[in-house]
C-alpha cells in the first residue's frame, strides 16, 4: 500500500488543517508517530484517516514546490490548486450543526490575552462598546470568583491566568492558552461551540493583519469584528472596531453569506483533489 507522506510543518494550523483536508481525499496520509498526538482531539470529533506506521518504501512524498504553506500570505497550495487556506468540509459540517437558533452572547472573544491584545480589548470596551458594562464577573472554569471592579485598567487582571472568563451582560471574553498548546490547539471544541453561539467576535490581528478567527467565526455564523482590513477579508461582510456598537444587529443573512464565501474560498471539492493529488503523484 502506497502512503501519501507530506512534507510540511506540523507546528501551523494552517498545515494541521491541510493535512486534515487530504485525510478526506481517496489517499492515506502519514503522520509521523511523534507528531499524532496533535491530532487526538481531531480523532474524537471527526473521521480522519492517517497511518503513523509505514515502511518509508512504502512513503510517496509531497513536498515543496507541489505542496506548500505560506503563513505570512497566508497561502496553502496542492499543486495548482490555491487557497488562503485550506480546511476540510468536514469542519463546515460540524460547525454549521452548532449553530444557535438564539445565540446567547452578543459580543465576545476567546484566546490568549497578550499584554498588546488586551490594550486593543481595553481600548474597544472604553471607546466603543455600551457605558454601562457592570456588573462585571469572573469565573475560574467552572468556579465563580465573584465581581471584579468595573475600572478597564483592571478587567483582565487574570488574563495571564487560564481559562478566565470576564462576562458581563452582553461580552463575554474567554482568556484561554488552548489556541497555543496542542492537542487543543488543533482542536478546541469549547471554542467553536462559543463562537457558535455568538452574534459578533472581536477579531484583533494575529502575527499579521488576517487571523484564523476571522475565519473559524465566519463558518460558526458570527460576524467578525476586525481591527484592520486585508485582502482576504474582500467580499466578507464583517464589522470594523472603531465603529459603534449600539446598532450593530446579527443578521442570519449575513451569517449564511460569509459562511457560504469562506466555504468556497477554503475548500477544495474532492474530485480536484484527487485529480490534483494523482497527477503529483505521477511525478514522483
Same mark, same amino acid.
Given at each position: 500500500m502506497k502512503v501519501?507522506?507530506v512534507?510540511v510543518? +506540523?507546528?501551523l494550523?494552517?498545515?494541521?488543517?491541510?493535512?486534515?483536508?487530504?485525510?478526506?481525499?481517496?489517499?492515506?496520509?502519514?503522520?509521523?508517530?511523534?507528531?499524532?498526538?496533535?491530532?487526538?482531539?481531531?480523532?474524537k470529533?471527526?473521521n480522519?484517516?492517517?497511518?503513523?506506521d509505514c515502511?518509508?518504501?512504502?512513503?510517496?512524498?509531497?513536498?515543496?514546490?507541489h505542496?506548500e504553506?505560506l503563513?505570512?500570505e497566508?497561502e496553502?497550495?496542492?499543486g495548482t490548486?490555491?487557497r488562503?487556506l485550506?480546511?476540510?468540509?468536514q469542519? +463546515?459540517?460540524y460547525?454549521?450543526?452548532l449553530?444557535?437558533?438564539n445565540?446567547q452572547?452578543k459580543f !465576545?472573544?476567546?484566546?490568549l490575552i497578550?499584554?498588546?491584545?488586551r490594550?486593543?480589548?481595553e481600548d474597544w470596551?472604553?471607546?466603543?462598546h455600551l457605558?454601562a458594562?457592570?456588573?462585571l464577573k469572573?469565573?475560574d472554569g467552572?468556579k465563580?470568583r465573584?465581581?471584579i471592579?468595573?475600572?478597564?485598567?483592571k478587567?483582565f487582571l487574570?488574563a495571564?491566568r487560564r481559562?478566565?472568563?470576564?462576562?458581563?451582560e452582553?461580552?463575554l471574553? #474567554?482568556?484561554s492558552?488552548?489556541?497555543r498548546?496542542?492537542?487543543?490547539?488543533?482542536w478546541?471544541?469549547?471554542y467553536f461551540?462559543?463562537l457558535?453561539?455568538?452574534? +459578533?467576535?472581536?477579531?484583533?490581528?494575529?502575527d499579521?493583519?488576517?487571523?484564523?478567527? +476571522?475565519f473559524?467565526?465566519a463558518i460558526?455564523?458570527?460576524?467578525?469584528i476586525i481591527?484592520n482590513?486585508?485582502?482576504?477579508?474582500?467580499?466578507f461582510?464583517f464589522?470594523?472596531?472603531?465603529e !459603534?456598537?449600539?446598532?450593530?444587529? #446579527?443578521?442570519?443573512e449575513?451569517?449564511e453569506?460569509?459562511?457560504?464565501l469562506?466555504q468556497e474560498?477554503l475548500?477544495?471539492?474532492l474530485n480536484?483533489?484527487?485529480d490534483e493529488l494523482?497527477?503529483?503523484l505521477a511525478?514522483?
Amino acid at each position: 500500500m502506497k502512503v501519501l507522506q507530506v512534507n510540511v510543518s +506540523f507546528d501551523l494550523i494552517q498545515s494541521i488543517r491541510l493535512l486534515h483536508a487530504l485525510m478526506e481525499s481517496d489517499y492515506k496520509i502519514f503522520v509521523p508517530p511523534e507528531h499524532t498526538e496533535k491530532f487526538s482531539e481531531l480523532r474524537k470529533r471527526f473521521n480522519i484517516n492517517y497511518v503513523y506506521d509505514c515502511p518509508s518504501e512504502n512513503l510517496l512524498i509531497l513536498q515543496k514546490p507541489h505542496i506548500e504553506v505560506l503563513h505570512h500570505e497566508p497561502e496553502t497550495r496542492i499543486g495548482t490548486l490555491s487557497r488562503p487556506l485550506i480546511f476540510p468540509h468536514q469542519i +463546515f459540517q460540524y460547525c454549521q450543526s452548532l449553530w444557535a437558533s438564539n445565540r446567547q452572547h452578543k459580543f !465576545t472573544f476567546s484566546g490568549l490575552i497578550t499584554a498588546s491584545r488586551r490594550k486593543i480589548i481595553e481600548d474597544w470596551i472604553k471607546n466603543r462598546h455600551l457605558e454601562a458594562i457592570e456588573p462585571l464577573k469572573i469565573f475560574d472554569g467552572q468556579k465563580k470568583r465573584g465581581k471584579i471592579s468595573s475600572r478597564i485598567q483592571k478587567l483582565f487582571l487574570g488574563a495571564s491566568r487560564r481559562d478566565v472568563v470576564l462576562q458581563s451582560e452582553d461580552i463575554l471574553f #474567554w482568556s484561554s492558552e488552548n489556541g497555543r498548546k496542542f492537542p487543543l490547539k488543533s482542536w478546541d471544541n469549547q471554542y467553536f461551540k462559543l463562537l457558535a453561539n455568538s452574534e +459578533f467576535t472581536l477579531c484583533p490581528d494575529g502575527d499579521f493583519v488576517w487571523t484564523y478567527r +476571522f475565519f473559524e467565526s465566519a463558518i460558526c455564523g458570527a460576524i467578525p469584528i476586525i481591527q484592520n482590513y486585508t485582502s482576504v477579508y474582500e467580499g466578507f461582510r464583517f464589522k470594523m472596531m472603531e465603529e !459603534t456598537t449600539r446598532d450593530m444587529v #446579527w443578521s442570519k443573512e449575513d451569517a449564511e453569506h460569509n459562511f457560504q464565501l469562506c466555504q468556497e474560498r477554503l475548500t477544495i471539492p474532492l474530485n480536484l483533489m484527487n485529480d490534483e493529488l494523482g497527477k503529483l503523484l505521477a511525478k514522483v
